[in-house]
């Protein structure tokens, strides 16, 4: 993985930009160029930085594919970028725009780049309101706005209102394959890109098959260039056909084959491009093409897709094959995935910091060929429009849908959904949530007959009923859901044994503790989760603000030995003393706690006290001052993260000599802390090891 994307990543580990860093990295960050964009960056970074003082608008242009968001996203992360604005903000804008949307996504980028916590009570807001929050927020720091894929001058000019002029030399950076849109937004400063030439278009596809540090097989070359020339210079295209590539034969005869069968559908195809992407689709796996067509249809343009929910869905529908090996079918999932992605087929937006893939996508052009092939083969229905009067009367066919439109103002749609309807997906553009209404013909009682379910998501946190109800047990001989792996935003005040017990096989929980005041007596209520015996991935989250309470006791969770990863968000006030007793845990790799689930100014570690396996701990807004721990503690470390921590007066300087530690990062942090990282660092380089790295935002 590039380092550049390392740090760009968004997330709770991941870095957004950093201002103490070395010297080696950046040097990478900005020696990463893609073929044949070195010339366009320096004119797009030249532009940007120029010293005219008014709201300026810089526009990139080009056909799909030709490279224009990889170039936007090349200038806002370019380093001198970095340096010259206060805030740097990117927002996707798409065909089918809403407005919510983009001023959720620009509130998003806001709030990771200051010091600023902006609330979080988005859904109670109208676009008004969110939009004048967006302006509020963006009057006075130099902000740069990176508009990308941008369709008409109606939408510009919604989009253009957002954002003040400030005259203090803030840009917009604007990216449209409408050239009409490009001058409408400014006729002065548009740059159109160019497709590759061929001796770019050639390097490009080497880099792709071959690594950009191996040569490649002399007799592959003339044929290779020829392959090249047919992708007209786009470089989408380009790194489709090196995925490719890379799956079959290195032999004269494997690239003959490939260049006889481009020429073919480049001459019969009415969308050359298309045509060519198809290319590499038709010759998937048989096993991966329902893997394909399910993420670039099922989910909206430009959507950032989690990769566990992915592999999810994926298993729910049947795309996984059972493993003739001891690997489980999320492993075998993660293998397609990492196999599509193999073929330059599916994007990595995000990674954690073991390398696990995080948040995924894909380019708009195979989406736009994807949802060709899915309406001809039935795969999936898709309805993108918002027009109600357009539904059908008749019963729709086929078993699986994704209905990505404005507002779900009536329900007509879901009454002519078939009995056999499998999957069916719910995108609303202007809220984050559809309204369980809209099911009003499915009873949650019903849920615990669901012997094959293994995911449940709830946007917002709810209950569930008792699997041992008499209207359930009257009814159905087996209850429970023993294929259940993953369950989303549950009230803890369902976390009962009766009900946990029903679910043995569970993964991953999110938990939320009531903001209901009149539920008091629920605060304290131990609970276990011992028989949760594959417990992978816990989330506990605080709705409430719990200051009339004495602070909860971590003692009263009973955790399965199996849990890995570990979060707790919100007012929890957990006494330092029961975060030592987390070292119980065999297998914990990962530790968060954020906005005050710990609460005391000392927090110090026996001896006896070791987070033997522990390899990432992030701290966001612990009101922790003197942190009294050495290596020892911690001896299997890889990362600390450090966000909001104003009371921190160092980081232990023992920290140093933890082996395995490879990076510290502070977000915000106090002047001690972060003075206290960096001599952490100059003490290992001093010693000669160049291994550990400290990032710094501010």
């Known amino acids: 993985m590039d380092d550049h994307r390392f740090l760009e990543s968004a997330g709770d580990f991941l870095i957004n930009s950093t201002t103490y860093r070395s010297n080696r990295m950046l040097q990478h960050m900005e020696g990463d160029i893609v073929q044949g964009l070195d010339e366009d960056l320096e004119i797009i970074v030249r532009r940007l930085t120029e010293p005219m003082s008014d709201l300026d608008i810089i526009t990139i242009t080009g056909m799909g594919g030709i490279g224009k968001t990889t170039l936007a996203r090349k200038a806002h992360d370019h380093l001198k970028i970095r340096y010259y604005f206060d805030i740097r903000v990117w927002v996707t804008i798409s065909q089918v725009y809403g407005s919510r949307n983009a001023l959720l996504e620009a509130l998003r980028c806001i709030s990771k780049q200051t010091n600023i916590d902006i609330g979080k009570d988005y859904d109670k807001k109208n676009d008004n309101e969110l939009a004048d929050l967006v302006q509020k927020k963006l009057k006075g720091p130099r902000y740069l706005v990176v508009v990308d894929d941008i369709w008409s001058t109606d939408v510009w000019d919604s989009v253009r209102r957002i954002f003040p002029d400030c005259n203090n030399r803030s840009r917009i950076l604007l990216t449209t394959r409408e050239k009409r849109v490009a001058i409408y937004a400014n006729p002065i400063s548009r740059h159109e890109m160019n497709p590759l030439n061929s001796d770019n278009s050639w390097k490009l596809l080497c880099d792709k098959v071959f690594g950009p540090n191996y ?75 329902p893997c394909f067509l399910s993420i670039c249809s099922t989910f909206p343009e430009a959507y950032q897709v989690e990769t566990w929910r992915l592999i999810q869905l994926w298993i729910a529908d049947g795309f996984i094959r059972s493993p003739e090996s001891d690997k489980s079918l999320e492993e075998v999932a993660e293998d397609y995935l990492e196999d599509l992605i193999g073929r330059n087929l599916i994007i990595v937006n995000k990674r954690r910091f073991n390398g696990e893939i995080k948040v995924c996508g894909m380019h708009d052009l195979l989406r736009e060929f994807c949802l060709t092939e899915v309406e001809m083969t039935k795969f999936m229905h898709v309805e993108r429009t918002d027009v109600v009067l357009r539904v059908s009367t008749r019963k729709y066919n086929g078993r699986r849908f994704s209905f990505q439109i404005n507002r779900y103002s009536d329900d007509r749609r879901f009454k002519l959904l078939p009995s056999v309807a499998r999957s069916i997906y719910l995108f609303s553009k202007t809220h984050n949530f559809v309204e369980l209404e809209f099911f009003s013909g499915f009873h949650l009682l019903t849920i615990w007959t669901m012997k094959n379910l293994r995911h449940i998501h709830m946007t917002r946190a709810c209950y569930l009923p008792s699997p041992g109800r008499k209207s359930i047990v009257k009814q159905h001989l087996v209850i429970g859901m023993p294929s259940l792996v993953q369950l989303s935003n549950l009230y803890f005040t369902s976390c009962t044994n009766e009900i946990l017990s029903n679910i043995p096989n569970l993964r991953r929980l999110i938990v939320h503790h009531n903001d209901d005041l009149s539920k008091k007596s629920w605060i304290n209520r131990p609970i276990d989760m011992s028989s949760l015996t594959k417990l992978e991935a816990l989330k506990c989250v605080s709705n409430a603000f719990l200051s009339w309470t004495s602070p909860i006791s971590i003692k009263g969770y009973f955790f399965p030995a199996s849990l890995k990863r570990l979060t707790f968000a919100g007012r929890f006030r957990f006494p330092w003393e029961d975060i030592s007793t987390l070292v119980k845990l065999p297998n914990l790799e990962e530790l968060k706690l954020k906005d005050r689930a710990a609460i005391g100014c000392v927090w110090t570690l026996r001896d006896e006290d070791i987070f033997k396996t522990l390899k990432l701990l992030l701290f966001r807004e612990v009101l922790l001052a003197n942190w009294v721990a050495s290596s020892d503690n911690f001896p299997s470390l890889k990362h600390l ?22 990076s510290i990062e502070l977000h915000n942090c106090s002047n001690a802390a972060e003075d206290s990282a960096r001599k952490i660092e100059q003490e290992q380089e001093d010693m000669g090891n160049n291994c550990l790295k400290v990032y710094i935002h501010t």
């Open 641 to 662: 993260v450090l966000k909001k921590c104003d009371n921190l007066m160092e980081i232990p300087i023992d920290f140093g000599e933890i082996c395995t530690l490879e």
């Open 215 to 289: 040569d490649h097989p002399p007799e592959l070359e003339e044929i290779g260039k020829q392959i090249a020339e047919k992708c007209h210079g786009l470089p989408l295209t380009i790194t489709v056909i090196a995925g490719h590539l890379s799956k079959v034969a290195r032999t004269l005869g494997s690239w003959m084959d490939v260049f006889r069968t481009m020429s073919e559908i480049i001459a019969s195809h009415p969308d050359k491009c298309l045509g060519v992407l198809g290319l590499s689709y038709h010759h998937l796996p048989n096993h991966l093409k």
